[in-house]
């Protein structure tokens, strides 16, 4: 059972477009959001997280939007550059727990 | 980074052989995940160590085993290899905060079962 539904599963997107990737989450005991940013040949790495107590976090050019009552939250990256190009996965977890459910992930290609 | 290193990196194995995988750390991390990567699939939890010798089994541990003798060494082991098993492997680990469940990959484990 998937716990954490992710979309697209790919994205194509100009250089300076807005990528978004949007996840869904069943378990209302969720209440932490993190994204993970992958390069090929490499491990994920964390990029940014929120906690469900605001709608919206920023990090430079990477900001998670939240939606608690759809249970929705979602990654935008801003002027987008073509070494942005990786495969994102969100997750979620119950916080102070010590396991994450991941999302399918979303392969991001920025073409220039 | 959190001083993550897996072996062998990259491995072609025969189906119905034993294969184990290595991930060592150096950060003294409490908490030590084994997940695989498949396309569609995303990152799935196989085992997870919460100390040594204490282990847990995750989403997809049938037709895995793991071990943890040492806090800085976390093994997987496929007793009999078969072609499903063919994915990438990766460790992470958890510092014994796990205030904001930062967690930290290794570069992962490429195996190939034919």
């Known amino acids: 059972q998937q716990q954490v539904k992710q979309s697209p599963q790919s994205l194509i997107v100009q250089k300076g477009g807005i990528p978004i990737i949007n996840c869904a989450y069943e378990?209302?005991?969720?209440?932490?959001f993190p994204w993970y940013q992958q390069f090929p040949g490499k491990g994920p790495a964390l990029l940014i997280a929120?906690?469900?107590?605001?709608s919206e976090k920023k990090e430079g050019r990477f900001t998670i939007s939240f939606n608690k009552s759809a249970k929705q939250f979602s990654l935008h990256i801003m002027d987008s550059q073509p070494g942005d190009s990786a495969t994102y996965f969100c997750a979620a977890s119950i916080f102070g727990n010590e396991k994450l459910t991941f999302g399918t992930g979303t392969r991001l290609t920025i073409i220039p | 980074d959190a001083g993550i290193t897996q072996s062998p990196r990259h491995k072609v194995t025969e189906t119905g052989t034993p294969v184990t995988l290595r991930c060592h750390q150096t950060?003294?991390?409490?908490?030590m995940y084994w997940y695989r990567q498949d396309p569609g699939h995303g990152l799935r939890l196989i085992h997870y160590s919460y100390g040594v010798k204490d282990t847990d089994k995750g989403e997809v541990s049938d037709g895995y085993s793991v071990s943890r003798s040492k806090t800085e060494d976390f093994l997987l082991t496929l007793e009999s290899a078969t072609s499903s098993q063919t994915s990438v492997y990766f460790c992470a680990t958890l510092p014994r905060s796990s205030s904001g469940n930062t967690i930290y990959f290794g570069e992962g484990s490429w195996l190939t079962v034919v």
């Open positions: 950060e003294n991390h409490r908490y």
């Open positions: 378990n209302t005991a969720f209440d932490y």
């Open positions: 929120i906690r469900p107590d605001v």
